[in-house]
Nanobody
Framework: QVQLVESGGGLVQAGGSLRLSCAAS????????MGWYRQAPGKQRELVAI???????NYATSVKGRFTIPRDNAKRTVFLQMNSLKPDDTAVYYC??????????WGQGTQVTVSS
């Protein structure tokens, strides 16, 4: 019912910035939350940042002060602005949406590689 299209990944040097975007389409129902997770090689998928419909935001400790999660409600789009990137930020980044009544959906993932 819900499709998520991600864009904006790539290769960047340490200290640089990238901006990811995730656009939701289809019958999203009522959006409860949108956010970003990431998965590095050999590691479990972890939360990066999540934005609730009420406006509250949770960030992983490792990205606080460096990443933000702007949104465009009219376009049903959420962004991940990543600044001061580190090699440890290298991962596949996945967009996530939680909707009522359809539940959770995931984007296809976008690779972010930070070189030292």
């Amino acid at each position: 019912q819900v499709q998520l299209v991600e864009s904006g990944g790539g290769l960047v040097q340490a200290g640089g910035s990238l901006r990811l975007s995730c656009a939701a389409s289809g019958n999203t129902g009522s959006i409860n939350a949108m956010g970003w997770y990431r998965q590095a090689p050999g590691k479990q998928r972890e939360l990066v940042a999540i934005l609730s419909s009420g406006g509250s935001i949770n960030y992983a400790t490792s990205v606080k002060g460096r990443f933000t999660i702007p949104r465009d409600n009219a376009k049903r789009t959420v962004f991940l602005q990543m600044n001061s990137l580190k090699p440890d930020d290298t991962a596949v980044y996945y967009c996530n949406i939680v909707t009522i009544p359809w539940g959770t959906a995931w984007g296809q993932g976008t690779q972010v590689t930070v070189s030292s």
